[in-house]
Each structure stands twice: as structure tokens, then as C-alpha cells.
């Protein structure tokens, strides 16, 4: 019984002066699971190598059971939607955009979209709250509600697994959560598998039940947030003093960091102590 | 029904009354006026008289010759502007109208006109256009791969290299062959030789249906090349196929009708504006608009300094460019607006 929905074996990827390496990793059915890492460890690297966007050396993608170097373009396309960090849609209304979630679905010939695809994309545009601008051009959206629309047209692909690169990173606080949130409950009430790079360890901590942590081309460690957030395992990889303890309130590990300055009086005070 | 196709609809049964409507007025108009209602009953009653053969020879051809190079041109426009998502490509920025006049010089200088017949002439521009397009093509695909600003700036270089090569033949050869040269270069719909007339139609028309199995990419491709990989469109094949339907298609145009420029710069441009971004209604609507704009084009180079021509190139420079001045003006004043 195989109930891994990605998995990537002894993954060997990159460019002349970086290459991924030994990247194993298994992604469960109706998982939520985070890469994280330093900027420059990879992981957009690993991303493009999921998505097909760059080639691969050795080793191999099984989405499934069907190996996706031989997965034609369409089909990978029903299957894995990506939304990726930049969204460029420009004069495309909202609704048009999200409609083009349905191209790997048309025939050649099919010039116009049918009723069910209306059907879909208005679903899933009224699940991400973005159908109240459907008829709003893409670029006079914020970036929040663009990425919202991005979350929509990529769900109205219907894949198995949705693929994100940093959906959070420009945005502030209420979105953030507001677009996690949104992929927490299509993650645990439609069963889609979610994977997702993102920078902010507390944000990965909350929403990610697997992490997986790159550093310099290969995994550092992969596992339950418990298990990847700890406090040698960030210092090891970010080279920053940090402390981790658990969220009050879900009992997640969170991670504090230090200041040079706190550090310094940390030492002072221990300093003053050990001379009484 | 969804609002939208009505909506294209009705664009597109206005722009058809508008083609029909410059076509009827180019027919009537020239140095022996005829009335609109008396060209259906001159053709009804055929050959004798000396209206039918006026418009038979003469004018039908011109204005068939009309469509079908300002609908290809434009058509080829909005085809490379989609695949390069560059607003400034045009049919002409790869070099094609360079390969073509490059190999209407040669033919002039070396005297084939003469020899052979004047049917040479066109034939050595598809023949240079065609050399060009190859070049283009092999140079900037790398193991089935291409790389579309490889692509631009290869199809750049090769037009100043056809270009230049032709200002050196312009440059020694004698004032008359120089006199032949700059004729053709300048653009005329006058195409003695009807059977070419009808290929560059039939071609026209064609292309624009087949351009219609790539409306899908294009749609895809306006979200970037990655993005359209992402929608399992196959972003290398569709470059490469829409290259080459859209580069013979200016290939033929040039080689029939000469340089006339701006037409596929101005018109995709003008529908963009007007009708938003989607290739659905932009390829048929940019053919229908290029046919009409040569068509008025051609009425007013003929008409303006009457009994003398004016190259049509200058009219649709000069129009052209004036009246998508003031519509882009009109649009950016809107977004303005719009944004606040």
C-alpha cells in the first residue's frame, strides 16, 4: 500500500556551481509539509526540481507511483499545481486568471470554457474569498489578495498536491495567516497535500506537521516540527543564537532569537555571578 | 451564454460591417469614381463595359491583396508579441523584411528580373526571408531547447547584418537598379500577378485558423514562460511553431506587397487596447483590424495626391502611428484615472 503522494529519491540536482545532493524525502498523503532553510541552501532549487522547471542528474520523482520525468505536461499539470513567489498576471481579470487554472483540462480545440469549469473556479475563487474581485484586473489587487487568486486558480487545477514557494513572504501578519489558514483547512478538510518552502520557522512550526530543513545542498534533517526545530539543530544550520520553547497556546515548538546586545548582558550577568 | 463572448460577438460583427464597408469604399474610389450601389449591378452584368474591367483588374485584386497582407501582418504581430512578451517585437524585428530585401536587391543588381520575368522578384524575397528565418531558428535552438531572448537578439543582429549588406549593394550598384530597389522596399498593394494574390490569400486565411490550435499557449504564456510550463503547456514547441507560422506568413507578405511597416506593430497593439489581453478574440480581431487599416490605407495613398500614388507605407506610418498616439493617450489618461 503506497500512500506516499511524493516521494524523491537520492534526488542529485543544480547548476554548475551548486548542486543538490542524496535528497531523499517522502511526502505523505493529506500531509502539510514545509521546507525550510538559509537563503542559498537550496531549497528554491529543490522546488524548481519538483516542479520540472530544472532538469535532474540522478536519482528520481515518483508522484505516486508514476515517475514524473515521464509524466507528460499535461498530466503533471493535473496533478501538481504550483503557485510560485512572484505573481506576474498583470491585465487579466481575476476570474480570467483563475480560469486558466483549467487548461490542462481543455482539448486543443476547445476555445471556450465549459459550465463545470465555471463551476469550479467560482468554488474554489469563493473558498479563498477572491470572488468578490473577480471582475478586478490582477494588477490592482494587493499582494495578499494576489496571492489568494494565485492559492485559487492553482487549486481549480484539482491536483493531488499543491506546491507552494513562500506564499507568505511579502505579506503582513493578517495575511499570512489568513492564506495558511486558508491552506490548513482545504489540507485537512479535502485531504490535498500541501508542500510548501517558506522562511518563517514559528509560521512552518504552527501549520507544518512534517519540516524538512536544507542547508548547503542536502537535508539536514527531516521530521515533526518537535524533532527539526531545536535549538542545535538551528543554530547548527542558521548560525544564530536562538532558544526554542513551546507555543502556549498549540504546544508547537516556537523559536526566540537573540540579539547580540541580550547576548553580551547574558554573558555579563553570568560573568558578575560567577565573581560573587 | 456567458457576457463575455456576446460581448466579442458584437466586436466581431462590427469589425466585419467596417472590413465590408472600406472594402466597398475602396472599390468605388480612384480616378473614375463609381457609386456604392452601382458596383453590385457593374458586376452583375460583366465584361463589356469598361467599369467591370476597371474592377476586375484592377481594384478587386488590390483590395484581396489588402486583406490578406494587412490581416497576415497584423496576425504575425500579435503571434510574436504573445510568444516574446515584448510589446515592441514586430514581424519585422527578426530580420525577416531585411532577408526579403536583401534578396530582391541582389536579384535587381545581378539583373534575374530582366532575365527571367518579374515573378523573380517575390520569389527572391520569400527566398531571403526564408534564409533569414532559417538562421534565426537554427542559431537560437540549443538541443530542442529555445531560449527566447537568444531568440530576439540573434533575429536583431541578423536584420542589421541583411540590412546593411543591402545599403552596400544600394551603395555601388547603378541609379537605376538603386531606383527599382527603393520602389520595392517602399510597399505597394500593386501586384501584377494574380495567382500570387490568391496564395497570399489562401495563406492568410489558413494561418489565421491554425493559429487558433495555439490560442491556449499564448493565453498560458501571458503568465510568463515558467508559469505556462507550470499549466502543462509545452512552452518550447509552441515558441518554435508559432515562430515559423508567423515569420513565413511576414515572409510571404513582404515578399508580395514589399516593406510596409507599422501594421503589425500598431494593430496588435490597438486590440490589445480595445479588447484586453485574451488571444481568443485578440488573433481574429487583429487579423480583421490589419485588413481594414491597409485597406483605408490604401484608399487614402491613392486617392491624396490623385492621379499620382503614394507609397502606402507613408499612410500607414504616418496614420497609424498618429491615431494610436492618441488612443494610447486616451488609455493611459483611463488607467490614470482608475488607479487613483
Not at chain 2, 527566398?127 to 532559417?134: K, M, P, R, T, Y
Not at chain 2, 531558428?137 to 530542442?144: D, E, F, K
Request: include cysteine; charge should be neutral; charged fraction near 15%.
Amino acid at each position: 500500500m503506497n500512500t506516499e503522494i511524493l516521494s524523491i529519491q537520492e534526488l542529485c540536482c543544480g547548476y554548475p556551481k551548486f548542486q543538490l545532493s542524496g535528497i531523499n524525502i517522502a511526502v505523505q498523503k493529506g500531509s502539510f509539509a514545509g521546507i525550510i532553510g538559509p537563503n542559498g541552501s537550496g531549497k528554491t532549487t529543490l522546488f524548481r526540481a519538483i516542479t520540472g522547471t530544472l532538469g535532474i542528474k540522478s536519482g528520481r520523482i515518483l508522484l505516486g507511483d508514476k515517475n514524473l520525468r515521464t509524466l507528460s505536461p499535461r498530466l503533471r499539470a493535473q496533478n501538481i499545481a504550483i503557485v510560485s513567489q512572484f505573481i506576474e498576471a498583470g491585465d487579466i481579470s481575476v476570474e480570467d486568471y483563475v480560469l486558466m487554472g483549467r487548461i490542462p483540462y481543455h482539448s486543443r480545440f476547445s476555445f471556450f470554457e465549459s459550465e463545470e469549469d465555471f463551476q469550479i473556479s467560482k468554488k474554489y475563487m469563493e473558498l479563498t474569498d477572491t470572488w468578490r474581485f473577480k471582475d478586478q484586473l490582477m494588477s490592482e489587487l494587493s499582494g495578499g489578495e494576489q496571492q489568494l487568486a494565485a492559492i485559487a486558480r492553482a487549486l481549480t487545477q484539482q491536483p493531488e498536491l499543491l506546491l507552494l514557494d513562500e506564499p507568505t513572504s511579502h505579506l503582513d501578519i493578517t495575511h499570512q495567516v489568513h492564506i495558511l489558514n486558508v491552506l490548513q483547512q482545504l489540507n485537512q478538510e479535502m485531504g490535498l497535500s500541501v508542500l510548501m518552502v517558506i522562511h518563517d520557522l514559528n509560521l512552518a512550526s504552527e501549520y507544518c506537521d512534517r519540516l524538512i530543513l536544507v542547508n548547503q545542498g542536502k537535508i539536514h534533517i527531516q521530521g515533526t516540527p518537535e524533532e527539526v526545530l531545536s535549538f542545535q539543530h538551528i543554530e547548527d544550520v542558521y548560525q544564530t543564537v536562538v532558544v526554542t520553547q513551546s507555543n502556549p497556546l498549540s504546544g508547537k515548538p516556537a523559536v526566540f532569537l537573540a540579539t547580540r546586545k541580550v547576548l553580551k548582558e547574558i554573558q555579563e550577568k553570568m560573568a558578575n555571578q560567577q565573581k560573587i | 451564454m456567458q457576457k463575455k463572448y456576446l460581448q466579442w460577438i458584437t466586436y466581431l460583427s462590427g469589425l466585419l460591417v467596417l472590413l465590408i464597408a472600406s472594402v466597398v469604399l475602396s472599390l468605388s474610389v480612384g480616378e473614375m469614381n463609381l457609386g456604392f450601389m452601382d458596383i453590385f449591378s457593374i458586376l452583375r452584368k460583366g465584361h463589356e463595359s469598361m467599369e467591370y474591367t476597371i474592377l476586375s483588374q484592377i481594384r478587386i485584386p488590390r483590395v484581396l491583396l489588402g486583406i490578406a497582407v494587412g490581416g497576415a501582418l497584423s496576425l504575425a504581430g500579435i503571434l510574436l508579441q504573445g510568444v516574446y512578451r515584448n510589446p515592441l517585437v514586430e514581424p519585422y524585428t527578426l530580420g525577416i523584411s531585411g532577408g526579403a530585401s536583401l534578396g530582391v536587391a541582389l536579384a535587381i543588381v545581378f539583373g534575374l528580373h530582366q532575365l527571367i520575368g518579374s515573378f523573380v522578384l517575390p520569389v527572391a524575397g520569400f527566398a531571403g526571408s526564408f534564409l533569414i528565418i532559417f538562421l534565426v531558428y537554427t542559431i537560437s535552438t540549443r538541443n530542442g531547447r529555445v531560449n527566447i531572448q537568444t531568440m530576439l537578439l540573434t533575429g536583431v543582429m541578423i536584420s542589421f547584418i541583411a540590412s546593411s549588406s543591402m545599403m552596400l549593394l544600394m551603395a555601388i550598384t547603378s541609379s537605376e537598379n538603386l531606383h527599382g530597389i527603393i520602389f520595392w522596399i517602399m510597399g505597394s498593394l500593386d501586384e501584377p500577378d494574380k495567382s500570387l494574390i490568391y496564395i497570399t490569400l489562401i495563406l492568410a486565411f489558413c494561418s489565421l485558423v491554425l493559429s487558433y490550435l495555439f490560442v491556449q499557449p499564448l493565453n498560458a504564456l501571458r503568465l510568463g514562460e515558467e508559469k505556462a510550463k507550470h499549466l502543462g503547456i509545452n512552452t518550447d514547441t509552441t515558441i518554435k511553431l508559432i515562430f515559423l507560422l508567423a515569420s513565413l506568413l511576414a515572409g510571404v507578405c513582404v515578399a508580395v506587397a514589399g516593406v510596409i511597416g507599422f501594421v503589425g506593430l500598431i494593430i496588435p497593439h490597438l486590440m490589445r487596447l480595445l479588447f484586453g489581453s485574451d488571444y481568443r478574440i485578440l488573433l481574429v480581431s487583429s487579423f480583421l483590424s490589419g485588413s481594414i487599416f491597409l485597406v483605408l490605407s490604401d484608399v487614402i495613398a491613392r486617392t491624396i495626391i490623385s492621379p499620382n500614388e503614394l507609397p502606402i507605407g507613408v499612410i500607414t506610418g504616418i496614420v497609424g502611428g498618429i491615431v494610436f498616439l492618441l488612443m494610447m493617450s486616451r488609455a493611459s489618461f483611463r488607467t490614470l484615472k482608475n488607479n487613483g
